[in-house]
Structure formats: C-alpha cells, structure tokens
C-alpha cells in the first residue's frame, strides 16, 4: 500500500474582520485540499453572544456566509473543502444558511456541522450573568463530518488547531491513541490559525525583509504528512515571508509551558524542530504528543459592569502638575458616590521645545467602571466637560466624552468531559455523537532543561534587547504571554542566563506584582513568559491600555540590556 499523499490545508482567516478577500486569494493562487478559517477569539464569543441577545437566529460571523456567497461556486470547482469555526454560537443556523445558498448557486455542496460545545444550559447553570459558555471541542467531529463526505464542515467553539487537526485525522485515518501525529497536527494548525502572522505580518525583524514583500502578506498553508510532519509555506508569487524566524513567532503566540494541551493531543512544544527547506518553505518535525488533559477548557463570557473614558490633552509646560491638577478636580466632582473604579495613566507623548503643538502634548487617560451605567455616563462626562473654562491652562480633550458602554469579563473553566456531548450532524442530517480519547493524562509542568553553560565573559554594549532577540506577546484571558527567541545556541546561552524572571520585572515593571513564570526551550532558542492577571479580567474589559498584551514584547524588545559583542558580530536573526 502506498501512504497517503500530503494534506494541503490553507488559513483564510485568523479572526473575525480579517481580510475579506482572503477565501477568493486562498482559493485562486494555487492548489488546495482543505481550506479552513478561523473567527474565533474570547472578545468575538462576547461579540456573538449580544448578537444573539438581539436575534436568536445570529450568534455566527455573518461575514463568512457573504465570503462564501462569492466563492462557493470556486470552492466546488476547485475541489476544496472548507473547514470553519465561523458557526460560533449557532453553528445549525449557518450550516442551513450555507445549505439555502447552495441550493440558490445550483451546487451540490454537502453541508455538515459540528455541536455540543454550547454549555450555556447545562444543569447547575453558571451563576448570574453568563453570556456564553462554550467547550474547547477537538477535531474528530469535524473527521466524521468529512469521513461522511461533506464539502463544507461549520463548527462551533472548537480548538483554533482543531480546525487542522480534524482534517488531517480524516485524510490520513489517525484514531485517538496516534497522539505523536495528532499533535504535529495541532502545532501546523497553531502554525496556522493567524494567518498572516505565520507569513511575515507582525513580525519582530520585519525591517529585514523588502518593504514591499510585506505590504500584502499572502496567507499561509501547511503540507502535513502521515506522521504528522509539515512544511509551512505560501502559495508562490503571494506576499510575506516563510522563515523558521516567522515561524518561531507564531509557535510562541498565546502559549506557555512546553507542555500544549488539546482535547486531543498535548502537544510537546520542547520537541518541536523547524528547519529552512527552501524558501518560504519550512519544515516542522520531531513533535511528540501525549494523551490530552482528562477535563475540557470552557469559555464563559459574562457583562462585567459599565465603563467610559476621557483623554484629556496636557500641552507645553508643567505636564506633572496640570495632571495632577485635572485628578484633583475629577476627584472632587465626583466625590464618593464616583465610579467603583478609577483609573489614571499620563502618557508622555510631549516633546521639549516641539515644532507641532501635537508633538508639544501628553495625554492623561481616564478610565472608569461600575455595575451601574449611570455612575460611569453623564456623572463622569458632565464632571470633564464642566472643567473647560476652570481647569489647566490649553485644557481640551481628544474627543467628547460618551455615555458609556457594557464591558464583558472573559474566564476559563475546566469541565468534565462526560458534560459535553460532542456530536458530528452529517450532511443527511444523521446525528452521531463523538466519543473521548480511550486515555488522558493528568497535565502537569514539564521538567526545566538544565541551561547550556553560559557565555565567557567579555566586552559588552549597551543597546535594546531587539537588537538581537526577536518577541511576540498576546493575551490568554486575563493574562499574558511573551515568547522571546534568538537566532542560535551562542545568542541562546547568553538569553537563558540574562532573561530571568527577576530581569523581567525590571525591565517590564508593570509585572512586579504579578506571579511570573518562565519556561525555556532550547530547540527553539526561546524562552516564554507567562504573566498572571496583567490584563486584568481579559480583553473585552479593556482594563489595560494594550488590552491584549500585542505590544507588550515589542516593549521588552525595546528596553536596554548589556549585550555580549560577540553576539553583535553576527547576522540579525531571520
């Protein structure tokens, strides 16, 4: 028997308000045989669960049925499968949307989706003002739908990975226990799941590559093979870059330890292996899996009270003491009946003898909370506004303050596997429920490898860190990520020595409060950070200025430490 040919399986979309054109660009610039896309994320479930509070028929990403309006008919006709999460919260009400606009382009599209995640009724409920409540489901549903023959699978909250996994456990014919393939899977479809991101968009070292390589970054694609290896690519002739650098820095994103866990595989990132084959073409190997986790992870969403903002601008002179002045005075107006919560961040945007008022300005932010809207509306704005002609001198605000808005508060749950009722509704309408893995395995962390010896003392310089470390951060509910790489063993000896957790406190101080954990991993020459609760109650909260830590590694990268100048000899990392 001959082994299976490679799964060529593409990412359209990496979260809702991508790229509009990317399902036609995907399905046009060359050969496919899954096309998935990705519309998932804790802020989109919040986003989805208003929409269904106003139209039970809605909860899905509606720009996903119009991208299909235009390029169904491609889809058939190429032969490619699409593989969606974009069912959100009503994956049966997209599924039958699909259906009716087959029916209306005159196609034979079979149409299949996967249910059982939404946990918003389960018996015991959640307590007062859940929103949404949804499982992590794995990738066999989606298997099943496409071992049935479906051309169009649209699933509800599963893994991102899953959105490869499944596919590939199809093709290939893998069962629960091929943990190893199971989990090169999921790293390909972490590989994928943000699209551009694997393809040079951004990227720490983008000022390596042409500019105009980079101003449309082509969406990527993975050949995953039967032992679950994969080569990470592009379609040729698109934009953006494939390196083991770009690369790198998406299988840090929004990961810990070396231990990934998914419904079904944990994936061991500290085996992972990326080496260059060609350009834009990079091979992923070595991977090793284990049983996954005996618990499933749940999403719950729920309105965590009211907020509102004003940016007041503080221009030319005494910066220091008009914010201070403008505190005082809110602080009066508002008396103890304020906010519950009051927030104040002066950013120092002002330069010194300026040649533009703007350059001349800093900007004081103010953000406000309360279970009640009224305490965060017109009591708050009124009280800025009123300091017009009694405040510091050049007062004037950014914008006029609004009323206020709903906030949601996002948290992550485990749940026992025998609540969620994992069902594939195949394209006849058959419904069959998806069992668990035979085995799990408790997750626990990892042991620390032993670090390599460091490097011999020697002349150093003062300069950036991303001078020679590359960085991507985001977010992980109300907490952080920062993976931070180098470009070889050399630079990796001096960045597991130097990059301790104590020295990240001192050059990020907004974490010295927080619980900090590092976890190394020496065949990527990395080292990933993981910051408990900076981001507050997660992004949909807004409770930091960078609500989802996107920046918080090119901070890093720009804070200076003392580099070794040997490792200043060398080439910047690719």
């Known amino acids: 028997m001959t082994a299976p040919s490679p799964l060529r399986i593409g990412n359209a979309s990496g979260f809702y308000g991508d790229r509009f054109d990317a399902l036609r660009e995907m399905l046009t610039d060359g050969p496919l045989d899954v096309l998935t896309g990705d519309y998932l994320a804790e802020l989109t479930l919040l986003i989805l669960g208003r929409d269904r509070l106003a139209d039970p028929e809605r909860g899905y990403a509606r720009t996903h049925l119009r991208q299909l309006e235009q390029c169904l008919g491609l889809a058939h006709e190429r032969g490619v499968r699409i593989v969606t999460n974009a069912g959100g919260l009503n994956p049966a009400g997209l599924a039958g949307r699909i259906r009716k606009l087959a029916e209306e382009l005159g196609l034979p599209t079979r149409v299949a989706h996967v249910e059982g995640d939404d946990l918003l009724d389960r018996p015991g409920g959640w307590g007062d003002g859940v929103l949404t409540a949804n499982a992590y489901l794995g990738g066999f549903g989606i298997a099943a739908c496409l071992d049935a023959g479906a051309d169009v699978v649209v699933t509800g909250r599963v893994t991102d990975a899953a959105l490869v996994s499944g596919p590939a456990a199809a093709h290939f014919g893998w069962t ?229 808005a709903p906030y949601g508060v996002f948290e992550a749950v485990p749940v026992d596997r025998a609540q969620v009722v994992h069902t594939a509704v195949l394209p006849d309408g058959t419904r069959l429920a998806v069992p668990g893995p035979a085995t799990t395995r408790a997750l626990t962390p990892a042991d620390e490898p032993a670090p390599p010896a460091p490097l011999p003392p020697g002349p150093t310089r003062r300069l950036p860190l991303g001078t020679v470390a590359g960085a991507r951060s985001g977010d992980k509910g109300g907490s952080a990520n920062i993976g931070v790489w180098v470009r070889d063993g050399s630079a990796y000896r001096w960045l597991v020595h130097t990059l301790t957790v104590e020295r990240l406190r001192e050059l990020l101080p907004e974490t010295v409060e927080l619980p900090v954990t590092r976890y190394a991993l020496p065949a990527l020459y990395a080292v990933n950070f993981h910051v408990e609760g900076l981001l507050g109650e997660g992004v949909a909260a807004q409770a930091r200025f960078d609500p989802q830590a996107k920046g918080l590694g090119e901070w890093l990268r720009s804070r200076h430490v003392d580099i070794p100048e040997a490792l200043l000899t060398q080439e910047v990392p690719q």
Do not use: M
């Open 176 to 404: 629960p226990d091929d943990h190893d393939q199971l989990a090169g899977a999921v790293v390909a479809g972490h590989l994928l799941e943000c699209g551009t991101q694997a393809t040079g968009g951004n990227y720490a070292f983008f000022t390596d590559h042409d500019p105009a390589l980079l101003r449309r970054p082509g969406f990527p694609l993975a050949e995953i093979h039967a032992d679950g290896s994969s080569v990470l690519t592009k379609h040729p002739g698109t934009g953006g870059v494939v390196t083991v650098g770009t690369a790198t820095a998406q299988l840090l994103y929004e990961t810990t330890g070396p231990r990934y866990a998914g419904p079904d595989a944990t994936a061991r990132l500290d085996t992972v292996r990326l080496t260059q084959q060609a350009p834009d073409r990079v091979r992923v190997h070595g991977v090793r899996g284990e049983a996954p986790p005996p618990t499933l992870k749940a999403g719950l969403t729920r309105l965590g009270g009211w907020r509102n903002e004003v940016v007041f601008v503080l221009t030319g002179l005494d910066i220091e003491a008009k914010a201070a002045l403008v505190q005082a005075q809110l602080a009066d107006a508002l008396g103890a009946a304020g906010p519950q919560e009051a927030r104040w961040e002066l950013a120092r945007t002002d330069h010194a003898d300026a040649a533009t008022e703007e350059t001349a300005s800093a900007l004081l932010r103010l953000v406000v909370r309360d279970p009640e809207p009224e305490k965060v509306g017109r009591a708050v704005s009124g009280a800025a506004v009123e300091l017009a002609l009694a405040g510091y001198p050049g007062f004037h605000l950014t914008a006029p303050p609004g009323k206020g």
